[in-house]
Structures are given as structure tokens and as C-alpha cells.
């Protein structure tokens, strides 16, 4: 009977205890988890998809209309500056050139024998000239004189003056003669003009003739090909894709929403899909000072900051990755930590103080995908909700959690490995 009564009250204690226990447990608050705020290297960095560009990309095509005799040049090979690509058929244009040619030099002969022999002769005939005016005036003197002795009639003063007339208008005739054949003489002038006629015709007929051959504008690596032989071509039609010898430059396109975190001078780190082993690195060149209105894009320019790799090929697909801010040193806690009053105002986090949940209203720096920075309204080594779900003022027991911060980025020092915190943006 008295060892029923002790079990009894024993099984009492033991539900009494039970019911304590678990009245302490709910003032205590639910089991909730925590992370501590602590201080680390904070990285974030924009990722996306870029190609290999040349600073200059010239397409080359024909100017005249024509049949292709040869292309002289393959996909890929290196030409020079000069260096003949296509060839026309050029058998009229030729012709035309040699026609054009012979203008010139009858055109040349023609002044040369007015400035040589033909100026000898407009002298020797003004000579001829005058020595015959003299001679018709000296008759006609004569003439006057036997007239008025009564040794000559009329009519024969007459004759010797038509005479004397005739020669005086043949000197001068001879005289413009002369003055045509000077170097500022009309003929003279005439010969030199159609001398410059023909030299422009033969300087057209060559011009057309260089347009039958398609040279290289300067030294470069043909990348396209789109003609053959004995095709027809029309002016405006691309036979040909040059990229000009330069530079090589990596082009972007990124979405507007991130041009803000972007500026030139940036380091980036660039991986090829067919050399993932083989990174290198780059520049942030330039940006383009318009955004592409259909695709929301904005174009990015990387000079490479090394040796370019043999294998990279225009056009070719890379990996991207550019670092936008870095904090050696930042007070650091989980993006998801933080919570937004549906109000409005500053950010916010939920602390654990005397058992309860508190808020403490943050101001905030440097953002990744993962992490945030926090100027003010934490300390380090302070724990945060890692939900912040619960009712502010409620009583919570902290379960602290370990928080890994994200692997740092390709572009980061090896020292931050393990410690920096990346933003990787989706291609």
C-alpha cells in the first residue's frame, strides 16, 4: 500500500516536472536560427557573355560592274596593305587605257611642235612679211613719183597700192601668227588645254582600270569569303570580310540595369567555352555612350591587359566577368537576413536581445546576390535573424548557424579565396 503511494506521487513529480519544463520552454520562444555579423572581404562582380572583335572590320567590294577572273586570297591568310584580292576582267578597260594614252601624246606633240618648230616658222614668215610690206611700200613711193613726172598712169598707182596694202596685211597676219604661237598665245593655250583633256582622260581610264583589282586597304586576316570566279559583281555587294590588323577588343552586350556599376578601367577575367584552363584577363575599354532601345542593352568594349591568346578567333564566345567593387574588410551579414518594412523606410534586421526579437534599422553599402554590407546599426559579433519572419518583440531562442560565404570570384586574389563574396549575374 505505501509503495503504491510513493509510485504514485513519484509518476506526480515526474508529469509536474514534464509540465514546467515545457511551460519554460514556450516563455522562452520558439527555436529560431541566427547568424553572427562578422567582418570579411566583399566582391561583387557582373558575369556575362562577350566575342572577340577587332578594333576595325572592313567589308571590300567592287565599284564597277564586272566578270571575277581570280580571287587571290583564301579564309583566314594574312594579306598586307596593297595586296591584290580580286581580280576582274579588265581586257576593255586596258584598251580604253592605251587609247587614252595615245590622246595624251598627240596632244603633247602637237604643243611641242607649236613651242618648237612651229614658233621657228611663225617667225621666218613675220620676217618674210614685213620684208615684203618694205618692198610694196617702197614701189608705191616710187609709183607716186613717176606719176607726177608723167611716167606712170593712174592705174598703175593704183596697183601699187593694192600691193603695198596686201603686204602690210600679211605682216600683220604673220605678227598674230607669232603672238598665237607664244607661250601665252591662243593657239598655244588651246594645244595645253587639250594636253589637260587628255592627261584627265588618261587618268580616268587608269582609275578605272586600278578598280578592276581589288586590293587590301591595310594589313589584315580575311575572314569571309563570298566570291568566286567568273561570278558577276555589282557595286555595293560584300565579296569579302577583312578584320584589320589592331588590337583585338572583347565586345559586350549588358543589360542597362547593371550600367550603373559599370565604368571603364575595371579588371575583368575572360574565359573561352573551348579553353576553360586557359584564362586570361582584361579591361573595362569603354562604354557605349547610347543604350540599344530593342534589347535594353548597353555595348561594352574590353582591351585585353596581356598577351593575346593564340587561339582566340573573331566572333569567338567568352566567359566574362567583371569585378564592380571590392571591400577588403566589410561588415558582412546574408542578403536574406534583411527585411524591407511593407511601409516603406530603411532596411531593417531582426536581433536577438534578452531573448527577444528586436529591430534595429540599418544603413547599407555594397550589395552582392548573397551578401550586403552594413555601415551602421550592427556591431560585429552581434547575432541576426537568419528569417526575419517573426513578430518583432516575440521570444525566440537563438540557434546559431554557421554562415560559408560564397566562393570569391575568378577575377578575386587567391588570398580572399574562401572569403570574398561574388555577385554573379546571369548571362
Given at each position: 500500500m505505501k509503495g503504491g503511494r510513493r509510485t504514485l506521487w513519484a509518476g506526480a513529480a515526474l508529469v509536474i516536472a514534464g509540465c514546467a519544463a515545457a511551460l519554460a520552454l514556450h516563455l522562452r520562444g520558439p527555436q529560431i536560427e541566427v547568424v553572427q555579423v562578422q567582418r570579411t572581404p566583399l566582391v561583387r562582380t557582373l558575369q556575362f557573355s562577350a566575342r572577340v572583335a577587332t578594333r576595325s572590320r572592313v567589308d571590300i567590294g567592287a565599284t564597277v560592274t564586272g566578270r571575277v577572273a581570280q580571287v587571290l586570297v583564301a579564309e583566314g591568310v594574312m594579306v598586307r596593305a596593297g595586296d591584290a584580292l580580286v581580280q576582274l576582267e579588265d581586257q576593255e578597260w586596258r584598251a580604253a587605257l592605251a587609247q587614252a594614252e595615245a590622246a595624251e601624246q598627240q596632244a603633247e606633240a602637237l604643243l611641242s611642235g607649236l613651242r618648237g618648230s612651229g614658233r621657228t616658222a611663225a617667225e621666218a614668215g613675220l620676217a618674210q612679211a614685213q620684208a615684203g610690206a618694205r618692198a610694196a611700200n617702197a614701189a608705191l613711193a616710187r609709183a607716186e613719183q613717176l606719176l607726177a613726172q608723167g611716167f606712170y598712169s593712174p592705174a598703175q598707182l593704183d596697183e601699187a597700192r593694192r600691193a603695198a596694202a596686201v603686204a602690210q596685211a600679211q605682216a600683220r597676219s604673220a605678227q598674230a601668227q607669232l603672238a598665237a604661237n607664244a607661250d601665252t598665245g591662243s593657239e598655244v593655250r588651246q594645244a595645253r588645254a587639250q594636253g589637260e583633256l587628255a592627261r584627265a582622260g588618261a587618268q580616268a581610264a587608269r582609275a578605272r582600270l586600278a578598280q578592276a583589282t581589288l586590293r587590301a586597304p591595310a594589313?589584315?586576316?580575311v575572314l569571309l569569303r563570298q566570291v568566286e570566279p567568273g561570278q558577276i559583281v555589282q557595286p555595293g555587294k560584300a565579296l569579302l570580310s577583312l578584320a584589320l590588323a589592331g588590337p583585338t577588343e572583347l565586345v559586350a552586350q549588358v543589360d542597362e540595369r547593371f550600367l550603373e556599376q559599370l565604368r571603364a578601367g575595371q579588371s575583368a577575367s575572360v574565359v573561352a567555352d573551348a579553353f576553360p584552363e586557359q584564362r586570361f584577363t582584361a579591361q573595362v575599354l569603354s562604354l557605349a555612350p547610347a543604350v540599344d532601345a530593342e534589347r535594353g542593352a548597353v555595348e561594352v568594349k574590353f582591351a585585353l591587359t596581356g598577351s593575346v591568346p593564340a587561339f582566340l578567333r573573331e566572333d569567338m564566345t567568352l566567359s566574362v566577368e567583371v569585378e564592380t567593387a571590392r571591400r577588403d574588410a566589410a561588415l558582412v551579414l546574408p542578403q536574406r537576413a534583411v527585411r524591407t518594412p511593407a511601409h516603406g523606410g530603411p532596411p531593417e534586421v531582426l536581433v536577438v536581445e534578452d531573448g527577444r526579437a528586436q529591430v534595429r534599422v540599418l544603413r547599407l553599402g555594397l550589395s552582392t546576390l548573397g551578401a550586403v554590407e552594413v555601415l551602421e546599426g550592427l556591431a560585429q559579433g552581434e547575432l541576426?535573424?537568419?528569417?526575419?519572419?517573426?513578430?518583432?518583440?516575440?521570444?525566440?531562442?537563438?540557434?546559431?548557424?554557421?554562415?560559408?560565404?560564397?566562393?570569391?570570384?575568378?577575377?578575386?586574389?587567391?588570398?580572399?579565396?574562401?572569403?570574398?563574396?561574388?555577385?554573379?549575374?546571369?548571362?
Amino acid at each position: 500500500m505505501k509503495g503504491g503511494r510513493r509510485t504514485l506521487w513519484a509518476g506526480a513529480a515526474l508529469v509536474i516536472a514534464g509540465c514546467a519544463a515545457a511551460l519554460a520552454l514556450h516563455l522562452r520562444g520558439p527555436q529560431i536560427e541566427v547568424v553572427q555579423v562578422q567582418r570579411t572581404p566583399l566582391v561583387r562582380t557582373l558575369q556575362f557573355s562577350a566575342r572577340v572583335a577587332t578594333r576595325s572590320r572592313v567589308d571590300i567590294g567592287a565599284t564597277v560592274t564586272g566578270r571575277v577572273a581570280q580571287v587571290l586570297v583564301a579564309e583566314g591568310v594574312m594579306v598586307r596593305a596593297g595586296d591584290a584580292l580580286v581580280q576582274l576582267e579588265d581586257q576593255e578597260w586596258r584598251a580604253a587605257l592605251a587609247q587614252a594614252e595615245a590622246a595624251e601624246q598627240q596632244a603633247e606633240a602637237l604643243l611641242s611642235g607649236l613651242r618648237g618648230s612651229g614658233r621657228t616658222a611663225a617667225e621666218a614668215g613675220l620676217a618674210q612679211a614685213q620684208a615684203g610690206a618694205r618692198a610694196a611700200n617702197a614701189a608705191l613711193a616710187r609709183a607716186e613719183q613717176l606719176l607726177a613726172q608723167g611716167f606712170y598712169s593712174p592705174a598703175q598707182l593704183d596697183e601699187a597700192r593694192r600691193a603695198a596694202a596686201v603686204a602690210q596685211a600679211q605682216a600683220r597676219s604673220a605678227q598674230a601668227q607669232l603672238a598665237a604661237n607664244a607661250d601665252t598665245g591662243s593657239e598655244v593655250r588651246q594645244a595645253r588645254a587639250q594636253g589637260e583633256l587628255a592627261r584627265a582622260g588618261a587618268q580616268a581610264a587608269r582609275a578605272r582600270l586600278a578598280q578592276a583589282t581589288l586590293r587590301a586597304p591595310a594589313d589584315g586576316r580575311v575572314l569571309l569569303r563570298q566570291v568566286e570566279p567568273g561570278q558577276i559583281v555589282q557595286p555595293g555587294k560584300a565579296l569579302l570580310s577583312l578584320a584589320l590588323a589592331g588590337p583585338t577588343e572583347l565586345v559586350a552586350q549588358v543589360d542597362e540595369r547593371f550600367l550603373e556599376q559599370l565604368r571603364a578601367g575595371q579588371s575583368a577575367s575572360v574565359v573561352a567555352d573551348a579553353f576553360p584552363e586557359q584564362r586570361f584577363t582584361a579591361q573595362v575599354l569603354s562604354l557605349a555612350p547610347a543604350v540599344d532601345a530593342e534589347r535594353g542593352a548597353v555595348e561594352v568594349k574590353f582591351a585585353l591587359t596581356g598577351s593575346v591568346p593564340a587561339f582566340l578567333r573573331e566572333d569567338m564566345t567568352l566567359s566574362v566577368e567583371v569585378e564592380t567593387a571590392r571591400r577588403d574588410a566589410a561588415l558582412v551579414l546574408p542578403q536574406r537576413a534583411v527585411r524591407t518594412p511593407a511601409h516603406g523606410g530603411p532596411p531593417e534586421v531582426l536581433v536577438v536581445e534578452d531573448g527577444r526579437a528586436q529591430v534595429r534599422v540599418l544603413r547599407l553599402g555594397l550589395s552582392t546576390l548573397g551578401a550586403v554590407e552594413v555601415l551602421e546599426g550592427l556591431a560585429q559579433g552581434e547575432l541576426v535573424l537568419a528569417a526575419p519572419s517573426v513578430v518583432p518583440g516575440a521570444r525566440v531562442r537563438a540557434k546559431r548557424v554557421d554562415w560559408v560565404p560564397a566562393a570569391p570570384p575568378s577575377a578575386a586574389r587567391a588570398e580572399d579565396a574562401g572569403a570574398a563574396m561574388a555577385n554573379a549575374m546571369g548571362r
